[in-house]
């Protein structure tokens, strides 16, 4: 089996370093602290918390907002995910006193409920009912830890959701909430603002990519013995700048090529053009959509040029350029702004 894993959460044998979050984490968690995390895509949140609640072994419901049409989806979202954790029997009494009772059906194979609401009914009283369920579900001893994934998309769901969430939470008890975001700037006006209803609502973590010492040892530790592995793990490392998904990535593949083809010499390189090969189609349709601005600040950035330095284009048309590629997140800002994907860099170079 590969030593390398990308695309899911990582937990285990496949999880490695963040040793002082794990800890900031559980800390905060055993008090009555709400946790915002914040990176960019893929660097590691998900499996950060997943690892977290595994190894303290806590109550939790995990959502994505990203996958919540309206207010009355997230409340039944909510609730299905409360009745795998807690089972039917559990909450047969409380959810007989909702307001508005669900209809609830089982898929005996897969042990998945089915609930459903009327479509009619107020989603306010039915969020405000399973929110209820919740807390009781919550006691002293044993927390209930409540999971929002891409929180930023709050917003978009419903307008006022992000009021009506906020007035029941700040009555609640015993349930930790961790609101997970990939959009830096759409979570920062969620939780630094004044006027927002989530403004300094828990403590804020910024997650960084992985260590670069860490890493390497991580990589080393994975890889069979072979001739110059110091520089195999080291020109992973360089193409993929610590990068927690990217670098499991490319590790993977070149795992592959020395387990499977027995293969010794310019193995990252080979394995760099192999995964740029893969997407080749991916990156050209990409490429297709978009514009001719976007497209020159993209070359620009391949070959590590700063485009606010293009004196030949107005600055204000770079910068909303740069704006509109970091929010599909095709560019990331850290110091400088750089493309988030070091294949797709690699494509662009080879155009
Ligand atoms: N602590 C870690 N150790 C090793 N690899 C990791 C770690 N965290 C993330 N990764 C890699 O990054 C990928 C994306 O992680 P994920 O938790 O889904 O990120 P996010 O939730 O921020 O999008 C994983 O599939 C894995 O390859
Ligand atoms: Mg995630």
């Known amino acids: 089996m590969n030593a390398f894993k990308f695309g899911t959460i990582v937990g285990g044998e496949f999880f490695t370093d963040r040793k002082r979050e794990l800890e900031t984490i559980k800390y905060k968690l055993d008090s009555e602290n709400h946790i915002i995390l914040i990176s960019p895509r893929r660097y590691g949140k998900s499996s950060l918390v997943k690892q ?36 039917y029997e559990r909450l ?43 807390q009781k579900m919550a006691t002293d001893k044993q ?20 009021r009506q969430l ?11 909430y961790i609101f997970m975001g990939s959009q830096e700037s759409m979570m ?10 989530f403004y300094h609502f828990g403590s804020l973590m910024k997650l960084d990519k992985i260590p670069y010492d860490d890493f ?48 010794q ?23 297709n959509n978009f514009n001719r601005t976007d497209r020159s600040i993209l070359r620009q950035l391949a070959q590590d040029e700063n485009p606010m330095q293009d004196y030949s284009v107005a600055p204000s048309t770079t910068f909303s350029s740069l704006k509109r590629l970091s929010q599909n997140g095709i560019v990331v800002k850290t110091t400088a702004y750089e493309l988030e994907d070091p294949f ?3 494509w662009i170079k080879q155009q």
């Open 216 to 263: 390497y040892s991580f990589i080393f530790g994975r890889l069979p013995a072979v001739r110059l592995k110091e520089d195999i793990v080291r020109n992973i490392l360089s193409f993929t700048h610590c990068h927690p998904y990217y670098t499991q990535q490319l590790a993977s593949q070149v795992w592959e090529k020395i387990v499977y083809e027995k293969m």
């Open 92 to 134: 047969k009494y409380e959810l007989s006193h909702f307001r508005i009772v669900p209809t609830f059906s089982t898929n005996a194979m897969t042990n998945d409920w089915q609930v459903s609401f009327n479509l009619s009914a107020d989603s306010a009283v039915i969020l405000e009912d399973v929110m209820q369920l919740m």
């Open 265 to 287: 010499e310019n193995v990252v390189e080979k394995a760099i053009s192999e995964v740029v090969q893969t997407h080749d189609l991916d990156y050209e349709r990409l490429w």
């Open 143 to 162: 927390h209930l830890v409540v999971v929002f994934d891409e929180f930023q998309e709050i917003r978009k769901i419903d307008r006022n959701l992000d």
């Open 344 to 346: 797709f860099k690699q």
């Open 188 to 197: 920062h006006e969620i939780f630094e603002q004044k006027k927002s209803p």
């Open 52 to 87: 977290c609640l595994t190894e303290t072994k806590k109550n939790f419901l995990w959502l994505d907002l990203q996958n919540v049409l309206s207010a009355s989806d997230l409340a039944t979202q909510l609730l299905k995910k409360l009745l795998k954790t807690f089972t």
């Open 166 to 176: 906020r007035s029941i939470m700040q009555h609640q008890q015993h349930i930790n």
